[in-house]
């Protein structure tokens, strides 16, 4: 027998370093051919790591939330033969077989659950063990109130899937609402360690709040005749085009609107002090997902029709909520896009998605009575809550690029003009 060592490989991008996030083994166990062995973040992108060999895990190199550099020794695993703990080489299969994620689920996960769940006791771990889970897991966890140390995994080395959190639901007693005091003073504490994406979004966050110069500018529309306009086009085309939403047309208002302010589509690189202004309009749409907030890109927004820019937002959106988005379709933006729909308020200030230097955000949309010449009408009304680095943009500027959206959302036509 001998040792297959698994290197950090070099993921590309000049990245010298990565987060390890999750383990998906654990010493012992048995693994074969592309099993996916851990999870490591980078700056924009979770990255599985598969095994290139069969064998048993002897030593990890880490443990979760630990920055590894790049070269340094991730796994070791015995298998038949000699091994190469000699050479040991960066990673004996490329690095490019491994699928670029978001927090991807592994694979066992989507396989059919079982027709009958056998109940389970609660397992005894260590209150600082740390169960093996996806983070789409350990959401459903965090939702349903469920601690994972307490719950039995079927999944290799015991890992924790959906089907074993409903069989832990259904075997658990229901509690009394009725006999609970809710008045009664708690004393519980839970420590969150913040890797992974929480942590890369917090560090971008910061990031942004102190390199930039943080302005926000607000500005009401009238979006009464562009609803409108959407719910006509849906009703003719939507069977055979798809469905409308809001935002294909305010993608399409940028577009218009900085070919007149090619400053604000626009990167800024404050180390080499230089100002990139672009002319492809790559919008960046800021989408939730189970492991955080991602940007997937909607690249050349300027050449897509209403249609086009609707079905690539639509299909970013779902490859980012499912774990499939790569990392050049997460990089790349000059202009971000964000909107938290029905429940996004009335104002917001959105952050900087650095080197970018504008953030247009999109409030909801509510009927309120306006005065029109003299009278009182109700309208949809919906605020624009946008943000600029006024490192690079003033503040005179910001204000004529969102009139200029403004007068584009409630004259819906002049959006196709040319």
Request: cysteine-free; charged content about 25%.
């Amino acid at each position: 027998m001998g040792t297959h060592v698994i290197k950090m490989p070099d993921i590309g991008e000049g990245i010298a370093e990565v987060e390890l996030s999750v383990w998906h083994v654990k010493v012992g166990d048995m693994v074969v051919e592309d099993q996916v062995l851990a999870d490591v973040m980078t700056d924009k992108a979770m990255v599985d790591i598969p095994s290139p060999v069969h064998g048993k895990v002897i030593a990890l190199g880490g443990e979760p939330g630990e920055v590894m550099a790049v070269g340094s020794i991730l796994i070791s695993i015995e298998v038949e033969g000699a091994g190469n703990a000699k050479e040991a080489p960066a990673v004996s299969e490329p690095v490019q077989a491994a699928a670029v994620v978001e927090a991807k689920p592994a694979p066992v996960e989507s396989k059919p659950a079982p027709a009958v769940i056998k109940a389970q006791a609660p397992v005894a771990r260590e209150a600082d063990e740390r169960p093996l889970a996806s983070p789409a897991v350990r959401k459903h966890a965090l939702d349903a109130g469920i601690q994972l140390r307490l719950v039995q995994g079927s999944g290799p080395a015991g890992r924790i899937l959906h089907e074993d959190l409903e069989a832990y639901l259904q075997q658990r007693p229901a509690h009394n609402h009725s006999a609970a005091n809710p008045y009664a003073e708690r004393t519980s504490e839970e420590q969150i360690p913040v890797i992974g994406m929480r942590r890369k979004i917090a560090q971008r966050m910061q990031d942004a709040t102190r390199r930039a110069a943080h302005f926000s500018y607000v500005e009401e529309i009238d979006v009464t005749a562009l609803d409108e306009l959407r719910v006509h086009l849906n009703e003719k085309h939507g069977a055979t085009r798809g469905k409308l939403t809001l935002l294909p047309f305010i993608v399409r208002a940028m577009v218009v609107a900085l070919r007149d302010f090619p400053q604000i589509n626009a990167r800024y690189d404050d180390e080499a002090q230089v100002i990139t202004r672009l002319g492809a309009v790559h919008v960046g749409v800021a989408t939730q997902s189970d492991v955080g907030l991602m940007v997937p890109v909607v690249r050349h927004a300027e050449a897509r029709s209403l249609w086009g820019n609707a079905e690539e937002i639509a299909r970013l959106a779902t490859a980012a909520r499912t774990g499939k988005a790569s990392r050049d379709e997460l990089s790349g933006s000059t202009i971000t896009l964000t909107s938290l729909g029905a429940l996004g308020g009335i104002v917001s200030t959105p952050v900087l998605n650095l080197p970018e230097v504008a953030i247009v955000g999109v409030n909801r949309i509510v009927e309120r009575p306006m005065v029109i010449k003299g009278q009182i009408v109700v309208r949809k009304m919906m605020n624009l809550s946008s943000s600029f680095d006024h490192r690079v943009v003033d503040g005179m500027d910001a204000a004529q690029f969102i009139q200029a959206i403004r007068g584009l959302l409630e004259q819906p036509a002049s959006l196709f003009l040319e």
